[in-house]
C-alpha cells in the first residue's frame, strides 16, 4: 500500500466514524424524546385522622386488614423492608409503589399514603380505582376528624 492509499483509507475511517457518531446522538436523543413523552410520573399524598366507631377494634389494625386485601385484589407484591414495623410498602406492575403508616396521636389513627408510579397513557391512570376504594373505606368505617389529599402528575390535559 503506498501512502496515498493509506491517506484514503484513514479518511475513510474517520468519515465512517463520524457518520455512525451522529447517528447514534440522533437516535439517543429521539429515543430519550419518545420515552419521555410516551411515559407519565404520578405522586398521590393521602392523610388521613380518624376516630374508631366502633370502640372494640382497632383502627389500625383494621386498616392493615383492608390494605392486604387491597393489595391482593390488585395483585400488588408486598415490600419485606417493612415487615414487623408500623409502615406497609407494596410495588404495582411496571413501576408503582405504594407505603402505607400509621401514627397515633391521642386515640385518633392517622393513616398515611404515599404513591409514586409511572404509566404509559393519561387517559387510564392506573390504581384510580384503588385510590377511590381507600377513600370510600376510610369514610365508611371510620370518623374522618381530617383528610387532606395531594395529587401531582405530569399528563397535560387536552386544551378543547
Known sequence: MNRTDKLMTKQTVIYNFRKCFKLNIILSFGL???????FYSGK?????????????KNAKVISIDFLNQLADKNSLTK??????????????QPYHYFKFWFEQIDSNTIVKLDYYGVYGS??????????SE???????NF????????EENNAKKKEK
Open 32 to 38: 430519550i424524546f419518545l420515552m419521555t413523552s410516551c
Open 79 to 92: 415490600d419485606s423492608k417493612f415487615d414487623g414495623i408500623d409502615t406497609l410498602g407494596f410495588y404495582g
Open 143 to 150: 370518623i374522618i376528624i381530617e383528610q387532606d389529599i395531594k
Open 44 to 56: 398521590y399524598f393521602a392523610s388521613y385522622t380518624v376516630q374508631n366507631k366502633q370502640t372494640d
Open 122 to 131: 393519561r387517559k387510564n391512570q392506573p390504581y384510580r380505582d384503588l385510590f
Open 134 to 140: 381507600l377513600n370510600d373505606f376510610m369514610k365508611t
